[in-house]
């Protein structure tokens, strides 16, 4: 069976963030990503069709980086993979 390998880089804008939020999670699951805040104001939930290598992920969020007024970035590494798991 022939694997592919490849990083992935994303990026994610969170409009008018430090108004309507005070703290943000991110969950990377096995085929998943899942962003949110504490109040719902965003909520990402999105399937992967590949296996995301836990381990070598990253992320970075820094307030001090806007893109506009009030606009905050999320930044994310997944490594992702189709030699373990079926991805269909």
Do not use: H
Not at 22 to 31: C, F, R, V, Y
Not at 65 to 86: A, D, F, K
């Amino acid at each position: 069976m022939t694997s592919l390998s490849i990083n992935v880089y994303a990026s994610c804008v969170l409009p008018y963030f430090q108004k309507v939020c005070s703290s943000i999670s991110l969950d990377l699951g096995e085929d998943r990503i899942l962003l949110q805040t504490r109040s719902n104001t965003y909520y990402l939930d999105i399937y992967i069709p590949f296996f995301i290598v836990q381990a070598d992920c990253g992320a970075q969020f820094n307030r001090k980086t806007r893109v506009g007024r009030g606009e905050e970035i999320v930044y994310l590494l997944l490594p992702l993979s189709t030699e373990i798991g079926n991805i269909w």
